[in-house]
């Protein structure tokens, strides 16, 4: 697990280097996998339920599974959640991030802050003996205590051989209910924060999940191990960030 989520990290890392106003989604998805690839693993989202692609790339009001297009280019004051999945050795890494194209306006960089610290107080909530909702709450509580919305219809989840193991991790939820935190679990935690109301409706391709308002949507995601003596993150935004610099991290 820690080598798959490792490898996420990395192309992440390589991602960075290219995310950059005028490359097209497709040509970043050809990176990754290449990427991916030259390190002896697979893309895990290619094929996956039909999912075309190795990224899904989510541009602004776009939230999750968004399909890498040769006819989407990023421009200066986007943003593009990129979420990678790897499978290395039978088991999956699943990271999400989501990238400033240039610069940013101020709404949506906070956003971006906002959705990032989330994730943080969220990790730190799985612990053993805590239960699932004990994260949920904890990222719900914080996004709509600074006025941003909580997608509902897309979760978290457990991982190991598969991509999407039992349990979901959602992102809304109460302290104290649902499924006992065990050590040795791995999950992934993925906050999905509007700036707008928490709508969302699924573009005519079938796959792209995007709000209803057309207000920006952030994603950050990071594969967990639960330990005796607390979460360790398996995935790692170290490689991108030492591309973005300490001006670009959010
Ligand atoms: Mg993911
Ligand atoms: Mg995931």
Known sequence: MRLANRLVGETQGELAKHILPGVTTLQLDKIAETFIRDHGATPAFLGH?????????????????GIPSAKTVLKEGDIVSIDCGTVLNGFVGDSAYTFCVGEVGTEVSKLLKITKEALYLGIQQAVEGRRVGDISFAIQSYCESQGYSVVR????????????????????GRRGQG??????????????INIGSKNVTIEQDGWTVRTKDRKCSAHFEHCIAIRPDGPQILSSFEFLEEVLGNNRII
């Open 153 to 172: 219809e897309l979760v978290g989840h457990g991982i190991g051989r598969k991509m999407h193991e039992s349990p979901e991790i959602p992102n809304y």
């Open 49 to 65: 339920n039909g999912f075309p692609n190795s990224l899904c790339t989510s541009v602004n009001e776009q939230v999750v599974h």
């Open 179 to 192: 499924p006992l935190l065990r050590s040795g679990m791995c999950i992934c935690i993925e906050p999905m």
